[in-house]
């Protein structure tokens, strides 16, 4: 945000001395003459020292406070270094020396690249034999345009790596260097905030602006994007000896608050799917999503009502659900947890992989916090859940396949018809 304006000659910028033409908006004292000026000034040593004019926080942040509209990602990479070596001058607390210490060989090795690509991985992809994928973008926190941070979804990697290795799948989650160097300039940035009883800046303001929500891209970003790329690597890979792609599955690993502030422990979104199809004016292959959510309810439904009946998933609440559209001609009606969003240039993972990359099939799961952790301590429950999805998925296919075959015997049928009444 530039400067509050203000009369001009009521005072002078304080970096320059020339005539001011507005203040800070957080302190309202600090005068400048341009948006250059001020972020000079902020960069130097006002964000140190820049405090509310009044006990209500504002509503901007530091980084809309020096700077106005979209960057170039190299400038908020500049801001962003200029931030994070900061930190040597203004923590000096015993913890906060360790995390520091513990993060300087962290941020040399991911600043290390040849050709443009990055030495050390940020994502990392696991390829197996079947036509599978498994992805868990929020494994660690992430930056989301225009809102605040994506929070960590705790255990999520640990679940997908462990139902691509069941399924003998494909599977690609953040690198565990890349997941520890977020979550210290996550901690850091909290005591950054605490330090400065800064009112004004958000949590993770100090997270690498390099690393974006892979689930939530704009269209016009994701060839370049890191993550698509790899998920369009691993689909490459599925290709027959001939080049043709047979069906092939996406499914996205999310986290979410246990019930009752989430309706269920588990939430199937095929929103991705669903809309895909109503997209493309095909009113079958809508059908065909929503049976496919119907078997892996079904599925999921035998497999977790015995760890509910045991008493080892709590609290007693319902136990899954399907997000979707309720019909074909809902074209913007976009339940919660559905996996898709509607109405602006924005795009889940699960919808890239249909729409995008070519996957045939795609869903978003919603693990209660409850649900993760049971499956990451019973290896026996995921393989059971692991193995629910994939017989989910045989039945989908066996009944695209058969309705496929019917439609073709009706077609041959009229053409009989046609061709004997001609």
Not at 344 to 372: N, P, W
Request: with cysteine; hydrophobic share 35%; charged share 25%.
């Amino acid at each position: 945000m530039a400067p509050t304006r203000r009369k001009a000659g009521a005072a002078r910028c304080v970096v320059c001395g020339r005539a001011a033409e507005g203040v800070c908006p957080i302190c309202q004292s600090a005068t400048y003459c341009s948006r250059s000026c001020q972020k000079l000034d902020w960069l130097e040593d006002h964000a140190t020292i820049c405090t509310p004019a009044s006990p209500e926080p504002p509503e901007t942040t530091p980084e809309e406070v020096v700077h106005e509209g979209p960057k170039p990602l190299s400038e908020l990479v500049q801001l962003w270094r200029v931030s994070v070596e900061k930190l040597w001058i203004e923590l000096q607390d015993e913890e906060d020396l360790e995390h520091l210490s513990e993060l300087a060989p962290l941020l040399t090795e991911a600043e290390e690249s040849r050709n443009g690509h990055w030495l050390v991985p940020r994502c990392e992809l696991s390829l197996g034999q079947r036509p599978i994928l498994v992805t868990a973008p929020h494994s660690m926190a992430l930056l989301r345009d225009g809102q605040a941070p994506h929070l960590v979804e705790g255990n999520t990697a640990e679940i997908a790596g462990g139902i691509a290795e069941y399924l003998g799948g494909s599977c690609l989650t953040w690198s565990l260097s890349e997941r520890r160097r977020t979550e210290l300039l996550w901690r850091l940035s909290k005591r950054v905030n605490q330090q400065r009883g800064a009112l004004d800046i958000r949590d993770g303001h100090l997270l690498d602006p390099r690393n974006r929500d892979p689930n939530f891209l704009a269209t016009g970003e994701l060839n370049q994007n890191l993550w698509f790329q790899q998920m369009s690597k691993a689909l490459q890979r599925m290709q027959t000896p001939d080049g043709r792609y047979l069906e092939t599955l996406h499914v996205d690993v999310h986290g979410c608050q246990d019930p009752p502030n989430t309706p269920s422990h588990l939430t199937i979104g095929l929103g991705a799917m669903c809309f895909h199809a109503i997209d493309l004016g095909d009113s079958e292959l809508f059908e065909w999503a929503l049976h496919f959510g119907d078997r892996l309810h079904d599925e999921f439904q035998q497999v977790l009502s015995k760890a509910s009946t045991s008493g080892r998933l709590r609290p007693r609440a319902l136990l899954v659900r399907v997000a979707a559209p309720p019909s074909a001609e809902a074209e913007d009606e976009c339940p919660r947890f559905s996996g898709a969003w509607r109405g602006m240039d924005r795009h889940t993972q699960s919808q890239q992989a249909v729409g995008f990359v070519g996957f045939s099939h795609s869903l978003q799961l919603e693990f209660s916090k409850a649900l993760r952790q049971l499956l990451v301590m019973d290896d026996a429950l995921l393989a059971r859940f692991a193995d629910a999805l994939r017989t989910a998925w045989a039945h989908a296919k066996q009944y695209q396949t058969k309705a496929e075959r019917m439609d073709e015997g009706q077609k041959a049928v009229k053409e009989e018809r046609m061709a004997a009444g001609g």
